[in-house]
């Protein structure tokens, strides 16, 4: 895998190239939360040159598996994750965020990732591992209404029968145990 790109030697009508994402280089990449499934992932890129700017479209597709954060469960997802960055000559800004944001445009769009770089050549990972980074959650659900686990029973309540073991119908709060052998009386007519 190469992740570097000379930028004289980019063709002004851009550069089409597919990157193997292996297993290996994915599992760095992933983060905690996740992890490579043995099936290595695919950058489909296209650069090309603007001057001495550079820009990358395209998509990171892979697949990744993680453990819902509610039910335990073990979940396969094939991620993918569009890819658009702008590598400008100079040094990153030390300005406050809104002036960064002015500067960030240089007549390009401005819904792209800019990147300043230094020197002959542009580097494209650190930048497409963080396009993985902010697109994966740090506390990954099966479902976004997972139902998770239940504190009684240890059963995945999203696998049950009716959706519920209705422990929490048959759970009494030990404050209030007492009162439940409690008989009130019966409303007087
Ligand atoms: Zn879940
Ligand atoms: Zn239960």
Redesign the pocket.
Known sequence: MSFTHVVDKIPAAGLEFTEVLSTEWLGRALGDAFRPVGVPGEAKLEVAREGTSVVVDGELTFTAEFTCSRCAEDVQVTHLLPVRLSFVVGEEPEESEEEADDLDTFGMAADREVIFYQGPEVDLEAPLVEVIIFALPAYPLCAEDCRGV?V??G?NRNALPGGD?R?AEKRVDPRFAKLASISLPTKPN
Request: aromatic share 0%.
């Open positions: 239940c009684d029973c059963q073991c422990c």
